[in-house]
């Protein structure tokens, strides 16, 4: 499985972006695809999973610190896995990671991502204010 993020870039506080993480190889292998970030001299923090059931729509989940501000979604023609983050603020200058791993259900995003298996090169935002 290979995950190719894009999407990041500088923008001013209050800003929005929206990565993107292509991801190519094995489906099934990547049931469960998740974003990431780790800012400067911080640990890796979770940010949203997306769990593609066998209906159309898949299980989404977001941090508590992103709720409201940052969606995750996936469209499924593409293979490609998107974050919209919307009021962007200094807080949240990092580098950003999209994750995969096969699972039955999204592994727990408070761990640093222990349980991923496969990781994109990640993608910098930087917000100034």
């Known amino acids: 499985v290979q995950l190719v993020e894009s999407g990041g870039g500088s923008v001013q506080a209050g800003g929005a972006l929206r990565l993107s993480c292509v991801a190519s190889g094995d489906n099934i292998r990547r049931d469960c695809m998740a974003w990431f970030r780790q800012g400067p001299g911080k640990g890796r923090e979770g940010l949203a999973t997306?769990?593609?059931?066998?209906?159309?729509?898949?299980?989404?989940s977001h941090a508590d610190s992103v709720k409201g501000r940052f969606t995750i979604s996936q469209d499924n023609i593409k293979n490609t896995l998107y974050l919209q983050m919307n009021s962007l603020g200094p807080e949240d200058t990092a580098m950003y990671y999209c994750a995969a791993v096969e699972a039955q259900s999204c592994p727990s995003i408070t761990q640093g991502g222990a349980p991923y298996t496969y990781w994109g090169q990640g993608t910098q935002v930087t917000v100034s204010s």
């Open positions: 997306f769990y593609r059931s066998s209906g159309f729509k898949g299980v989404l």
